[in-house]
């Protein structure tokens, strides 16, 4: 089945970019159906949602995060990648890559529905700011 | 943006009995398409977040017939019908109406008494 998995280093300095991706296995990433995101968890807090990138490359980011995200996407190593600039302590989190169904399917009830949520996710990785 | 409220923040369940938590959105989630997009999710301790229900009701693959969701416009419940030890965990909402925006719940601490 399909696995993702998140790798970048552990420690960034404050005012530097803070860079990670998200391999792919199990399945292509070209295969058009998914968005691919990225989303983060301070220590002992909630959720955010950063950003996502469809394989054509189109992006979206959360507002929030705009100025300082780049999502970008590799198919031919089947992975995606997050570039995060200017950190500060405020970005350390456990960062966690996910996907997105795009197409719709029929659940065991018949009902006809499109996924509009997260299926699979990566073990997450941590990452801290600091000097 | 819409902003996910959930009471109770943490709660202490008896193995056996029921738990319910509450979800709330700052705007309606009933889409013009006349679905509703409220999603559930479960994040164990040390692992990420699992799917639990999409479209308020609908359980997941896999999901056991113990979690159930209900709720409509800005109010949303989810149940579990006999809380097992498995269930510990931090329960989250999570909204899409305002796609490509997700936002989550602040997420319940569910734990064993």
């Known amino acids: 089945q399909v696995q993702l998995q998140e790798s970048g280093p552990g420690l960034v300095k404050p005012s530097q970019t803070l860079s990670l991706t998200c391999t792919v296995s199990?399945?292509?990433?070209?295969?058009?159906?998914?968005?691919w995101s990225w989303i983060r968890q301070p220590a002992g807090k909630g959720l955010e949602w950063i950003g996502r990138i469809y394989t054509s490359g189109s992006t979206n980011y959360n507002p929030s995060l705009k100025s300082r995200v780049t999502i970008s996407v590799d198919t031919s190593k089947n992975q995606f990648s997050l570039k995060l600039s200017s950190v500060t302590a405020a970005d350390t989190a456990v960062y966690y890559c996910?996907?997105?169904?795009?197409?719709?399917?029929?659940?065991?009830?018949?009902?006809?529905?499109?996924?509009?949520?997260?299926?699979?996710w990566g073990q997450g990785t941590m990452v801290t700011v600091s000097s | 943006d819409i902003v996910m409220t959930q009471t109770p923040l943490s709660l202490s369940v008896t193995p056996g009995q029921p738990a319910s938590i509450s979800c709330k959105s700052s705007?309606?989630?009933?889409?013009?398409?006349?679905?509703?997009?409220l999603y559930w999710y479960l994040q164990k301790p040390g692992q990420s977040p699992q799917l639990l229900i999409y479209e308020v009701s609908n359980r997941f693959s896999g999901v056991p017939d113990r979690f159930s969701g209900s709720g409509s416009g800005t109010d949303f419940t989810l149940k579990i019908s006999r809380v097992e030890a498995e269930d510990v965990g931090v329960y989250y909402c999570m909204q899409s109406i305002q796609l490509p925006l997700f936002t989550f719940g602040p997420g319940t601490k569910v734990d064993i008494k």
């Open positions: 996910a996907r997105e169904p795009v197409t719709y399917y029929y659940d065991s009830s018949g009902y006809y529905y499109r996924l509009r949520a997260f299926d699979i």
């Open positions: 199990g399945g292509s990433i070209s295969s058009g159906s998914y968005y």
């Open positions: 705007q309606s989630l009933l889409h013009s398409d006349g679905k509703t997009y």
